[in-house]
């Protein structure tokens, strides 16, 4: 499962220099470690070893054990599903006969319990048999009596002929709703929007549409009958084995599993695709992509050929199942989902190539869940708390990736990211990797699971060597096939390989919350000729271990030539000294910057400039750079204009956003916006220029309009000729008008909110419906915004025309908050003008009216409490824009 949170692309930097500090500015890379003894340890006079709080121990107050959340219990054991399904959209029903095969997983039994939410049963009974059994059925569990007794050696079908409703009970951050089965535009009632049905299982929400053992440490082959109007194209686990044309214009496709996985990766999409095919080692890779968007499939699932046999021939695994097939559905309420041979996106993924150009993100996307088909659909988590050894490895198969198609320093920056994003959320929580102690199941998909898993599995392929750490890999996929794991599996599969216990490194990050905090101080040593290294750690004994055991490198830089150094980290406070003839040039305290830290340095403008130009990571370089940012040193203004010309593309767009422009560096950043081979070096450069407010820059915005073929350029150029030259900007906007890009609608309709110009409105109205997804937020906000320019008889037009968006339950919850704010915000224009004296008029009162009228109405129809408490103090005329 992939979380839409790379909708925020931060770039800040996770050091300190100094009292400890964060700084904002950009992301991390990669390193071996290698131990070496210490030299001396201290310990500091402010630290007492008495107060330091074991994790492991219950408070001794405490007369309650500690929240724990086991492992299912595995009483039956479902071997195979069968599905012969059909659809009722008016009702949005699933009218279906289950055939389940199960035996006893070891003792003998009489009954069977099944997960069924808000289903209704017309018969239950043994396959072939015409006498019904009985059942206890409480709306979400059926047990069925069985009538006798069965050993574990005895199989058994039951035929469950029902018809479930599905419904949503709430959601979480990462997954939006748990409805389980989704019916889009069912009624046919959005003109210009598909008809679909898609599922989302994960985590325990495919028993809304068909019965089953619902938890992740169940696994069965599966099939499934389709019946559907003939039009529809339709998608399931495995191989389609067959496809019958009915008399009655419906069509009936029969997929096949037989491949055993668990329950909640079965899946199901139905819709009007365009499919478009490869191949890879005699396998189907397929991508199902609304017609429109056809001959951009294989840009929108980038590389997907490439990735499987990379996968593949890194994990010393080939890629297991039969088939692998990419779908993109209408309002997902995830990012995407790694059912197992049948992958499903959001439809933010699907874009024309100009939009896809430098788009790392699909790419990300497209490794994540691809590698989930071997770490999490074939080897599975065997409970919830264990998320990470699902999530974890998809998250750090987006750096393999990057590193392997666009190099160290792409996916040292992605890991940066990734880095950021744990340590923002760790800021405000912290549990454990492995947690069973959480509060709600789906509170585990947040960015320990995801971003700390990733960067805990880089430490360790630095710790091991890359040799160790994919062979590791290859033997824990091989002995723990299709069946379901805990991390001791992982750990003792690292120490068959290596032959070293490796317990305390999953203990203090797999089974123990936080990371450390390290005050790092270089000193050199005349005297002795050393360099001094003094590491202290200073995170919080109370709330995780008060010592990281952490093997590290220190890099140092003598008469332009380093030496690395291995180091263990092993107490409070230690002292590491270095031989060096002088005092060097440069000390880099984790030279291949991979550790899992908050790290606290100071080092002069003189080192900083050195670093960047001498050390060869990224994590190196950028730091530098972020350091000297706004350094006004001589030397340091001219190290930045010299990082223009960098080989690495964001090392030269932090030059670009970083420099004062002088006559020279103007010119250069003209070159750069129209010639660099990035598109958000070129976006970024065309900005500078246009903040000059310097007119001779509108021809270099106009032909970049013309003849960038990234969508970000021309919205960029847009923006910069209206500031500009006002008229000529208006008029090659209105040459767009006609585009169906929707990143040329987008790059138009900002250009149109910023003109405040209400003769624009049609534009909005017109083009209201050909854009979705993450972009109808941003389209609707500068419709809204041009609405305050105008009447309020138009502001009540656009009201209601955003209204169905509020209350279409489909669409993600924030979607639908932030469409009603703008709708308050218009409310608020309104109230502002009443204000004014010559305002006062009854057809102002009268349209504000109608505008806090619609806002009770989307208020009145919301049903989830994420929302509703969002919606508290609406309408609001006080509220700012």
Known sequence: MKKPLFLLLAISLIWSCGAPKKYS???????????????????????NEDEMVSLDEPDSGSLTLPRYNPTAKRESDLLHTSLDLRFD???????????????????????????AKGFQFNKISFE?????????????????????????????????????????????????????????NPRKTEADKPQQIWTQGETENNSRWFPTIDKPNERATSEITLTVEDRFKTLSNGL?????????????????????????????????????????????????????????????????????????????????????????????????????????????????????????????????????HWFGDYVTCESWANLTLNEGFANYSEYLWLEQKHGKDEADFHRLNELNGYMQSAAQSMHPLINYGYENKEDMFDAHSYNKGGLVLHMLRNYVGDEAFFLALQNYLKKNAFTEVEADELRLAFEDVTGEDLNWFFDQWFFKQGQPELSVEYDYDDQTKEVIVNVTQLQDPKQMPGVFVLPVDIDVYV???????????????????????????????????????????????????????????????IKAMGELAQDENENAIAMMKDALDDKFWLFRLFAVESIVLD?????????????????????????????????????????????????????????????????????????????????????????????????????????????????????IQNYTKLAQSADPTSMVRAAN?????????????????????????MHASLAKKLE????????????????VKIIEEIKAWEKDDRVMNMYIGLPDPALKP
């Not at 890779?285 to 980038?302: G, L, M, N, Q, T």
């Not at 291995?566 to 270095?578: E, G, K, P, Y």
Request: glycine share 6%; hydrophobic share 35%.
């Open 836 to 851: 004014m004296p010559d305002a006062q008029t009854s057809e102002t009162k009268g349209k504000d009216a109608e505008l």
């Open 128 to 184: 072939g048999s015409a006498q019904p059994l009985k059942y206890d059925y409480d709306s979400s569990k059926v047990t069925i009596y069985l009538g006798k007794t069965f050993t574990r050696n005895q199989e058994y079908k039951l035929l469950i002929d029902y018809v479930a409703t599905p419904a949503a009970s709430g959601g979480s951050a990462a997954i939006t709703s748990d409805k389980g089965l989704f019916f889009i």
């Open 559 to 621: 008469d332009g030539k380093m030496s690395r150094h291995d180091f263990r980290i092993d107490q409070r406070s230690n002292s590491f000294r270095i031989p060096a003839a002088k005092d060097p040039e440069l000390i880099v305290f984790d030279g291949d910057g991979v550790l899992l830290a908050d790290v606290h340095e100071e080092k002069s403008v003189e080192e900083y400039i050195y670093q960047y130009k001498n050390t060869k990571n990224f994590l190196s370089k």
């Open 240 to 372: 389609l084995v067959s496809s019958k044309k009915n008399t009655d214009g419906t069509r009936t496709d029969h997929w096949k599993m037989d491949m055993p996985h668990a329950p909640y990766l079965v899946m199901l999409a139905v819709g009007e695709y365009a499919v478009v095919s490869d191949k890879w080692n005699g396998k189907a890779v397929d991508y199902y992509v609304e017609p429109k968007f056809e001959k951009y499939a294989r840009s929108i699932f980038p590389h997907t050929p490439e990735m499987l046999q990379f996968f593949s021939d890194k994990l010393g695994v080939a890629y297991p199942w039969q088939k692998y097939s990419q779908v993109v559905v209408r309002d997902y309420v995830s990012g995407a989902m790694e059912n197992t041979t049948a992958v499903i996106f959001g439809d933010f993924m699907q874009g024309t190539d100009r939009q896809l150009i430098d788009n790392r993100q699909n790419e990300t996307i497209t490794a994540h869940e691809m590698f989930h």
């Open 801 to 825: 025309k955003i209204k169905g968006v509020a209350m279409d339950e489909s669409k993600m919850f924030w979607l639908r908050f932030m469409v009603t704010k703008s709708i308050n915000e």
């Open 663 to 779: 006559e020279k560096t103007e010119a250069k950043v003209a070159v750069l916006a129209e010639k660099d081979p990035n598109s958000d070096v070129r976006e970024s450069a065309i900005r500078k220029l246009g903040a000059t407010n310097d007119k001779k820059y509108a021809p270099l915005a106009s032909r970049s309009v013309e003849n960038d073929k990234a969508i970000k350029v021309v919205s960029a150029a847009l923006e910069t000729l209206l500031a500009l030259d006002k008229d000529a900007a208006l008029a090659t906007a209105q040459k767009l008008e006609k585009e169906e890009d929707e990143g040329i609608i987008l790059a138009v309709a900002g250009m149109y909110a910023e003109s405040g110009d209400p003769k624009y409105l049609n534009f909005f109205e017109e083009k209201f419906n050909k854009v979705g997804g993450y972009n109808q937020i941003g389209f």
């Open 25 to 47: 500015a950009i992301t991390l890379p990669e390193t071996e470690y290698v131990n070496l003894d210490t030299v001396s340890v201290t310990a500091p006079s402010e630290y």
């Open 89 to 115: 959209w008016a009702k949005e029903q699933v009218i279906g006969k289950a055939t389940l095969t199960l035996k006893p997983y070891f003792y003998p039994t009489d009954k069977v319990t099944l997960d």
